[in-house]
């Protein structure tokens, strides 16, 4: 099994910034693509932004130019960041990192959800 652990959500106002850390643990021989998601109340969950194992990014078109995502695969710290620059009200979801694992050499890729971290982006 593998456990994803999110933080940095929280209140901030327009303009500011927030950066999301998920860090994934447990069993993993290797991980594919990270991203992060978000949900509005009463929306879908949304893609905001995803990055390939060899580094290639992806974004919402809302967020280019404002937000970054990352990640940090050395020494087995498997963690996916999102910095959110330039936020704005309608920035404000529940945000989900999400992480593609191979849990051994010879087993196929299963997929993950953390647990979700609020941003609230409000004056």
């Known amino acids: 099994q593998v456990q994803l652990v999110e933080s940095g959500g929280g209140l901030v106002q327009p303009g500011g910034s927030l950066r999301l850390s998920c860090a994934a643990s447990?069993?993993?021989?290797?991980?594919?693509?990270m991203g992060w998601y978000r949900q509005a109340p009463g929306k879908q969950r949304d893609l905001v932004a995803a990055?390939?194992?060899?580094?290639?990014?992806?974004?919402a078109d809302s967020v280019k130019g404002r937000f970054t995502i990352s990640r940090d695969n050395a020494n087995a710290k498997n963690t996916v960041y999102l910095q959110m620059n330039s936020l704005k009200p309608e920035d404000t979801a529940v945000y989900y990192c999400?992480?593609?694992?191979?849990?051994?050499?010879?087993?196929?890729?299963?997929?993950?959800w953390g647990q979700g971290t609020q941003v609230t982006v409000s004056s």
């Open positions: 999400n992480v593609g694992v191979y849990a051994y050499s010879n087993s196929g890729q299963d997929n993950y």
């Open positions: 447990g069993r993993i021989f290797r991980i594919a693509a």
């Open positions: 990055i390939t194992r060899g580094g290639s990014t992806n974004y």
